[in-house]
């Protein structure tokens, strides 16, 4: 998955923010002020290139969403983070220790949830 620099994490929280729905260059760009329409169709196309957002022709201008949500795009960041370790477990645990109570019973209320799904397959 690629990282973003600055001015398109600008413009995926854009996107994110209205997930689900499809926005125009020019309604992006007026979200950025100080940045040119073409700099945000530029950082547009890239980010249409790595796979992040969904470009549709509409009758004369082209419409963008983003392909999955913000909470998506951060899940395959920490699975990525995972990958690039040997021991999974050590980093899990890692992980597990520095996460607040209120996380930790986030994290197992969903591990519970999915329990029964995982035994189906």
Same mark, same amino acid.
């Given at each position: 998955?690629?990282?973003?620099?600055? &001015?398109?994490?600008?413009?995926? #929280?854009?996107?994110?923010?209205?997930?689900?729905?499809? &926005?125009?260059?020019?309604?992006?760009?007026?979200?950025?002020?100080?940045?040119?329409?073409?700099?945000?169709?530029?950082?547009?196309?890239?980010?249409?290139?790595?796979?992040?957002?969904?470009?549709?022709?509409?009758?004369?201008?082209?419409?963008?969403?983003?392909?999955?949500?913000? #909470?998506?795009?951060?899940?395959?960041?920490?699975?990525?983070?995972?990958?690039?370790?040997?021991?999974?477990?050590?980093? &899990?645990?890692?992980?597990?220790?520095?996460v607040t109570g209120d996380?930790?019973?986030?994290?197992?209320?969903? &591990?519970?949830?999915?329990?029964?799904?995982?035994?189906?397959?």
């Open positions: 998955m690629a990282r973003l620099g600055e &001015l398109e994490r600008q413009v995926m #929280e854009i996107l994110w923010g209205g997930f689900g729905t499809e &926005l125009s260059g020019r309604e992006v760009a007026a979200q950025l002020p100080g940045h040119a329409y073409t700099t945000v169709l530029t950082v547009l196309g890239r980010l249409e290139r790595k796979g992040l957002v969904l470009r549709e022709r509409r009758r004369t201008s082209h419409r963008y969403s983003a392909v999955a949500s913000r #909470e998506a795009f951060v899940a395959e960041l920490m699975h990525e983070a995972l990958d690039a370790t040997p021991d999974r477990d050590a980093a &899990l645990v890692r992980f597990a220790e520095t996380e930790a019973r986030v994290l197992l209320d969903a &591990l519970d949830r999915s329990k029964p799904a995982k035994r189906s397959r």
